[in-house]
């Protein structure tokens, strides 16, 4: 035992101690962060685009000027919600003694709960004037002021000797070298993109779809046309169509007189839902937002469990593999037998599992501590809740009898190579196998105890993933049971199987032995 102590901590100093594990662990928060920032800076750097609307019809232009309003009025409310979320006080014990409640935390739930409506009412109370002037009590001092974001979307006019009562086919392809890039708009004497154009038919009426009546073929592109060559940003279109759709309903109310504020009233009215889980406490059983945070936890957990065991025994493997062609395993196979240095490697290995593990860990508390803002806090909260959870030990367990099971595999595929080329053909069956309970990891936490997912559990190959996915839904007791008893004889079986062929073939030299020769050798061994 004392042997494989020594050579588990060597084994482990000889990897923490080289710059490349150290930049193989560091890599993964640093891309993290990097990948935080840039989507962050995206998010707010989104050009100013330019859009031509022609509505020859003379009725729809109100409806969609209101859609770009809103488009724009829902982004304020958002960058206004995370500017509450970073500069309200910790604490409002004014209001509290007074029996109030907190404007600030009225808005940030009320958006949370529901866009839709927070924006209704946003919109109906007045914007962001009335907006800052209920928070402000709630707001530190000497805080910066709310910059609003800058409009995305704005009107441009008509080039010069395009006729906008031209037909509509005159006025797209007078347009085109404009929408693919070809001409510049000027717009306050400076060129720029054209986005979109947005153009209504005179005869759009004729094109409305009602209940009842099927839509004859036109042989022409129908409704309102939208040019655009980014087909990947549908926030213009949708928020347009949106927009006058209800215009066109409006329309009808009034004609079946109807009145338009009744059934705006009747529209808005919601009915709210509680989701209640039979399994909690009494008292307990309303399901908060941390209770579905954990119940999507174990998805991270899983990628988690990949990432770190695909890791630590690419460690192993490199390095068995460079002992060998180095003969330094011959040196330390006269010291020690085959079974304390395959144990000693798989243990120091493992060690260095748990320390990538650990600074991932650390670095991710550095990065929600270090950089305070709505997002982070949000990650901060569903930190708390995960490590708060139940989860932790079946990660813990799984995760040692994951890399135990699929380690000595690797180690044993190690052996028989001579360089890291022919290992990687061996090794990439094994590499399908996990990708496998990977792929089904967001059906698996939809349908938890599906017949198909319980019975693939049972394939040890499979228990550390699909387990750990189906951890926060309570899997039937004997499936725990059972899939635990089956993983661990099958990691004792694996690691006695690897253990005869590593003692067989780290000596070995050539070319990596065939199937037939393997099993020859297994046999041998007995």
């Known amino acids: 035992m004392n042997m494989i102590r020594l050579i588990a901590w060597r084994e482990y100093?000889?990897?923490?101690?080289?710059?490349?594990?150290?930049?193989?662990?560091?890599?993964?928060?640093?891309?993290?962060?990097?990948?935080?920032?840039?989507?962050?800076?995206?998010?707010?750097?989104?050009?100013?685009?330019?859009y031509i609307l022609v509505d020859q019809s003379g009725e729809y232009t109100a409806a969609v000027e209101t859609a770009i309003e809103r488009e724009h009025q829902r982004r304020i409310l958002g960058e206004f919600v995370s500017y509450l979320i970073e500069n309200?006080?910790?604490?409002?014990?004014?209001?509290?003694?007074?029996?109030?409640?907190?404007?600030?935390?009225?808005?940030?739930?009320?958006?949370?709960?529901?866009?839709?409506?927070?924006?209704?009412?946003?919109?109906?109370?007045?914007?962001?004037?009335?907006?800052?002037?209920?928070?402000?009590?709630?707001l530190k001092e000497e805080i910066p002021p709310f910059e609003q974001p800058s409009r995305q979307f704005i009107s441009a006019e008509l080039p010069e000797g395009i006729d906008s009562s031209a037909t509509p086919e005159?006025?797209?392809?007078?347009?085109?070298?404009?929408?693919?890039?070809d001409r510049k708009l000027i717009v306050d004497s400076q060129p720029s993109d054209l986005f979109a154009l947005i153009l209504i038919p005179d005869n759009v009426n004729e094109d409305v779809s009602r209940p009842g009546v099927i839509p004859q073929p036109a042989g022409r592109p129908t409704g309102i046309q939208y040019w655009a060559r980014n087909l990947t940003d549908s926030r213009l279109p949708d928020a347009i169509i949106s927009s006058i759709n209800s215009e066109i309903r409006n329309r009808e109310y009034i004609d079946l007189g109807v009145d338009n504020q009744v059934v705006r009233d009747v529209q808005r009215t919601r009915m709210p839902i509680s989701q209640l889980d039979p399994t909690a406490a009494i008292g307990e059983e309303e399901v908060s937002v941390a209770d579905t945070f954990q119940q999507l936890a174990p998805i991270g957990f899983v990628y988690l469990m990949f990432v770190s065991l695909m890791?630590?025994?690419?460690?192993?493997?490199?390095?068995?593999?460079?002992?060998?062609?180095?003969?330094?395993?011959?040196?330390?196979?006269?010291s020690v037998t085959a079974g304390e240095l395959m144990m000693g490697k798989?243990?120091?290995?493992?060690?260095?599992?748990?320390?990538?593990?650990?600074?991932?860990?650390?670095?991710?508390?550095?990065?929600?501590?270090?950089?305070?803002?709505?997002?982070?806090?949000?990650?901060?909260?569903i930190l708390e809740v995960i490590l708060g959870s139940e989860l932790i030990?079946?990660?813990?367990?799984?995760?040692?009898?994951?890399?135990?099971?699929?380690?000595g595999v690797f180690l044993a595929i190690g052996s028989l190579c001579n360089t890291l080329k022919e290992a990687q053909a061996m090794m990439m069956p094994m590499i399908m196998i996990q990708v496998i309970p990977l792929a089904m990891m967001v059906f698996v936490v939809r349908d938890?105890?599906?017949?198909?997912?319980?019975?693939?559990?049972?394939?040890p190959l499979f228990t550390p993933y699909l387990m750990m996915n189906r951890a926060a839904a309570d899997p039937p007791l004997i499936d725990v049971v059972g899939t635990t008893v089956v993983l661990l004889l099958s990691t004792v079986f694996v690691l006695w199987l690897c253990g005869k062929v590593f003692r067989m073939g780290v000596l070995r030299t050539g070319q990596p032995p065939r199937l037939i020769e393997l099993l020859r050798m297994i046999r041998q061994g007995n």
């Open 311 to 334: 890791q630590s025994v690419q460690y192993l493997l490199s390095n068995t593999i460079e002992e060998k062609s180095n003969r330094i395993i011959e040196v330390l196979l006269a």
């Open 448 to 459: 938890p105890n599906n017949t198909i997912v319980r019975i693939m559990s049972w394939f």
């Open 393 to 407: 030990p079946w990660f813990v367990f799984y995760y040692f009898a994951g890399y135990a099971l699929y380690s």
């Open 170 to 181: 005159e006025i797209a392809q007078a347009l085109r070298p404009y929408l693919s890039g």
């Open 13 to 50: 100093m000889e990897n923490v101690k080289t710059k490349g594990f150290w930049a193989g662990i560091l890599i993964f928060p640093l891309i993290f962060t990097a990948v935080y920032f840039l989507q962050t800076t995206l998010s707010n750097a989104t050009p100013t685009r330019y």
């Open 346 to 381: 798989l243990l120091g290995i493992g060690l260095s599992g748990l320390t990538t593990i650990a600074v991932w860990l650390l670095s991710f508390f550095l990065f929600i501590t270090l950089y305070q803002s709505s997002q982070t806090e949000l990650i901060g909260q």
């Open 88 to 138: 309200r006080k910790e604490s409002n014990l004014d209001l509290t003694a007074a029996g109030q409640t907190n404007p600030a935390d009225q808005l940030i739930d009320g958006a949370d709960a529901n866009e839709v409506a927070a924006l209704e009412q946003w919109l109906d109370s007045g914007g962001l004037n009335f907006a800052l002037t209920i928070a402000r009590p709630a």
